[in-house]
Every structure is written in structure tokens, then in C-alpha cells.
């Protein structure tokens, strides 16, 4: 199966051990000199209805994933689960 890397936004990734929806796939963190992915991003979920901003997002580590299905991803990951703030985009 090929999947092209703007594919990725539209599939919702879970969680293979709780069941847990962490949403879809934002950003992902790429190794510019071995030309690899390391990792997605999954934003956090809204606080007060998106009043009060987001939690951190997921990181999840290319390693976890299991597998890449035509409409969700499966992820087996470490408890508990990687979070950070979004960096800020310079313009």
C-alpha cells in the first residue's frame, strides 16, 4: 500500500492497548540527513470547549506505530505517553 504523507491528516490514530482515540495525525518530526520520520503529532484535546486553549500534543514515536491502515493508525505506546507544547512557526 502506498500512502502518501497529506493522507496521513485524514487517519485517526488509537491507541492498540486502551483503546483510546488520541485523534489525527497534525505534524510529524522528520531526520533531515537520514531522510526518515521519527515521529507523528497528535494535538491535545481542547480544554473548555477550545476556551482555554490545548492540552500538549502526542508525540508518538515512528517505533510505536503498528500499523498504517486505509482509515486509522495503531500505535502500541509506553505508558504514559509522550506529551509537548507545539513549537511556534517563524515566519
Known amino acids: 500500500m502506498i500512502c ?18 488520541l485523534g489525527y495525525v497534525c505534524d510529524a518530526e522528520l531526520d533531515e540527513k ?35 491502515g486505509r482509515d486509522i493508525i495503531l500505535v502500541d505506546l509506553p505508558q504514559p505517553c509522550a506529551r509537548r507544547k507545539r513549537r511556534s512557526k517563524l515566519f
Open 4 to 21: 502518501l504523507f497529506s493522507e496521513l491528516r485524514y487517519k485517526e490514530v488509537i491507541d492498540v492497548h486502551t483503546g483510546f482515540r
Open 34 to 68: 537520514e531522510g526518515r520520520i521519527l515521529s507523528l503529532l497528535t494535538p491535545g484535546r481542547a480544554r473548555f470547549f477550545g476556551l482555554l486553549g490545548r492540552e500538549d500534543d502526542y508525540v508518538l514515536p515512528w517505533t510505536c506505530i503498528r500499523r498504517v
